[in-house]
């Protein structure tokens, strides 16, 4: 190679060392601005911010909301600061506008209990809120607190041909517990939930289940059955091994936990198997009542076979003979036991 081919290949290998050299000083300059700019935000007071979606209605926990730092020009005075907020004081409160993951919480988002309209916000959509009367024997002495679910009983008496039966049945289940009295929050004394007795309960029911619950009250005596927490997950778990609840195809997770939510929530009408009479409690208790229309269609058929002169029958819109009305109705008798034998005699007989 000769001299002049071997100057112009250094002077091309000096031209590229140059240019790149040029263009790494070119990139640094334009990086350095970016990271001064950035640099000069300033961060201000933590806030207050939703750790997950918070639709409206839902009761804030200790895990619904945390503190995040947050630019100091972007502060305003309706967020919630960790300087000036109180968390314990927000637990119970309820969402009154939905509040996305991430986003600050405003002290216009939240309903505190006693404040106004906080059962409105409290109510699912949909949700009617009933007021139950209730005693001390009928509400679990008072162990019942708003947010617990409850089942509701009936007892009642119902009244047969000669006989009163005594029946009580789980008429409504897994009802969420609004409010006992006025009070919509658990009162503290000294750290501890003070027990004490109401004559009222708010419960979370359909338009449908309140309107039985409604005619329960004039029908018999209502009783709470507290649930144990343990139940809605084993309902829960019967329900999707059915089918009864089914989760779309593709559902994202946070869908899933929605259905799911709703599922464990919900208000169950009772189907009709859980009941007990009184001859399931005592021997001496009817187990059924007797159908007062049944029983004249047996008086009638008695009457029929004796052939004999009617006798009117009062109340029963027919008739029957002496004979019938001593078989069917034989009056008090007295039971008289003379060693080991045991005879009747009927009161008033000679």
Do not use: C
Request: charged share 20%; hydrophobic share 45%; net charge positive.
């Amino acid at each position: 190679m000769d001299r002049k081919k071997l100057l112009l290949l250094v002077g091309a290998l000096i031209v590229a060392i140059g240019t790149a050299f040029a263009a790494r000083s070119m990139f640094a300059g334009a990086a350095s601005p970016q990271a001064a700019a950035a640099a000069k935000v300033q961060m201000g007071a933590k806030v207050l911010v939703a750790n997950r979606a918070l639709p409206a209605g839902t009761i804030i926990t200790a895990d619904a909301m945390g503190y995040q730092p947050w630019p100091k020009d972007l502060v305003q005075d309706v967020y919630f600061t960790e300087d000036k907020t109180d968390m314990s004081k927000l637990l119970g409160t309820v969402v009154r506008h939905p509040i996305t993951a991430g986003e600050p919480v405003t002290q216009g988002s939240l309903v505190a209990p006693g404040d106004r309209g906080f059962l409105a916000a409290a109510l699912g959509p949909g949700m009617r809120a009933v007021t139950i009367p209730v005693s001390a024997r009928t509400a679990v002495a008072g162990f019942v607190f708003p947010g617990d679910h409850i089942d509701l009983v009936l007892t009642q008496s119902v009244k047969g041909v000669g006989q009163t039966l005594k029946t009580a049945e789980t008429i409504l289940k897994n009802l969420r517990v609004l409010a006992t009295d006025q009070s919509t929050e658990q009162e503290q004394i000294e750290g501890k939930t003070r027990v004490r007795t109401y004559s009222t309960v708010t419960v979370e029911a359909t338009p449908k289940i309140a309107e039985k619950i409604a005619v329960a009250q004039t029908i018999g005596t209502i009783s709470l059955s507290l649930r144990s927490l343990a139940d809605n997950t084993s309902e829960l778990e019967q329900a999707l091994a059915s089918g009864q609840i089914k989760i779309p195809a593709g559902a994202s997770k946070a869908e899933e936990e929605r259905i799911l939510k709703q599922a464990v929530t919900k208000p169950i009408e009772a189907d009709g198997n859980s009941y007990v009479s009184g001859g399931d409690v005592s021997r001496f208790q009817p187990k059924k009542v007797t159908d007062p229309a049944a029983a004249a269609q047996a008086v009638a058929k008695a009457i029929s076979s004796f052939g004999q002169r009617p006798m009117p029958m009062p109340g029963t819109g027919g008739s029957m003979t002496d004979a019938a009305r001593a078989m069917f109705f034989p009056g008090p008798v007295v039971r008289v036991t003379r060693g080991r034998d045991t005879t009747e005699v009927k009161v008033g007989a000679k």
